[in-house]
């Protein structure tokens, strides 16, 4: 694939085929540990059989300049290594190679082991990073970029932020959810609020002057980081980057909500009946599922993995965890659900 113009023109190809070529094997090097030619070759043999094995190279008018070798399986590639030329690190190549991953493959997530060396580059990147137990001298970290993280990210890097879109933008939104989503809670100052999915504070700004206490959580940590700065004239916000079903919460909450977040949440029934734990008793839990039934969202750069929500199968989800649904409508766009605990 072609990208770029004029003077600038950079691409990036498979060059499996050509993996034996001198050019592609000295770009390899860096990714291979004491890379003599008789390693650098057996490892391109070893790539060249595995059927499984995906090599693609950054080309920069006509020079090659960086270079990833991938395998993936079950929606998720795993980097067998990654390399690019010392002349032209910084320039942003490795990320690109990446990226690549994320916009012509159908992964949920990217994955990676690397030593103290490349950590820095992983983290920079957006993976999540631990530490693997093993006894070798060198020390081992695992890294996981979701691709619903990466995304999320990468709109923050693209000024994708709804909270200072126009207003038609901003009307065109509450086709989803809206005032009268934000009515259904009941709020007053004495309420605590939890939301799920808090992105850039989209609806956050609106519901956090109306309560006692706001909480947000979202699995993007750019994001998390632009709501912080949309949220900055409040005193009443705890902003939490993680993923709503890992994270232990220390607190109980009044109101729970989360709108155009359960697409991207594979475990439903977990997700409900965890909500339903973080309510008080006689807490309301507002939840907007969009009505669209598409596997990905893509964007022309990128496809993002979802699972798309049923009506029939959300409300059992619902009763199945012990709430009372209380009101079911429709909006254009999405149904939303008002329901309470006991």
């Not at 109306?210 to 750019?222: A, E, H, M, R, V």
């Not at 909500?257 to 697409?263: A, N």
């Not at 893509?298 to 209380?326: H, P, Q």
Request: glycine letters at 6%; a negative charge; one cysteine or more.
């Amino acid at each position: 694939m072609v990208y770029g113009k004029f003077s600038t023109i950079y691409s990036i190809c498979d060059v499996k085929e050509k993996l034996s070529d001198s050019a592609i094997l000295h770009l390899l090097a860096p990714s291979v540990f004491n890379p003599t030619p008789e390693r650098l070759l057996s490892r391109a043999e070893k790539y060249q059989a595995d059927d499984t094995v995906k090599v693609y190279a950054y080309s920069k008018n006509g020079e090659y300049k960086g270079i990833i070798a991938f395998k993936i399986k079950e929606q998720t590639a795993e980097i067998l290594g990654i390399a690019v030329n010392p002349e032209y690190q910084g320039k942003g190549i490795g990320s690109r190679l990446i990226n690549y991953i994320f916009s012509q493959f159908a992964v949920n997530k990217v994955t990676a082991e690397t030593d103290d060396d490349a950590i820095g580059f992983y983290k920079k990147y957006g993976f999540a990073v631990a530490d693997i137990n093993n006894k070798c001298d060198t020390k081992r970290y695992v890294c996981v970029c979701e691709s619903v993280t990466h995304h999320y990210d990468l709109l923050i890097d693209e000024n994708n932020d709804p909270v200072h879109d126009p207003k038609p933008l901003r009307d065109y939104m509450d086709k989803w959810d809206g005032q009268g989503f934000i009515d259904s809670m009941e709020l007053d100052n004495e309420k605590s609020v939890l939301e799920i999915g808090v992105g850039t504070g989209r609806l956050a700004v609106r519901v956090a002057p109306l309560c006692g206490q706001f909480c947000g959580i979202d699995i993007s940590p750019k994001t998390i980081d632009r709501a912080k700065e949309n949220l900055a004239e409040y005193r009443n916000i705890d902003l939490i980057c993680a993923d709503f079903l890992s994270y232990k919460f220390d607190r109980k909450f009044d109101v729970i909500y989360s709108s155009l977040t359960f697409m991207h949440i594979e475990e439903k029934q977990k997700a409900i009946n965890k909500a339903a734990a973080l309510l008080k008793d006689g807490g309301k839990f507002v939840l907007s599922i969009d009505k669209n039934q598409s596997e990905y969202i893509d964007t022309g750069t990128r496809k993002i993995k979802i699972y798309s929500d049923n009506v029939e199968k959300m409300a059992e989800y619902i009763r199945a965890a012990g709430f009372t649904i209380l009101n079911r409508h429709d909006t254009e766009f999405a149904t939303i659900f008002v329901v309470q605990k006991g």
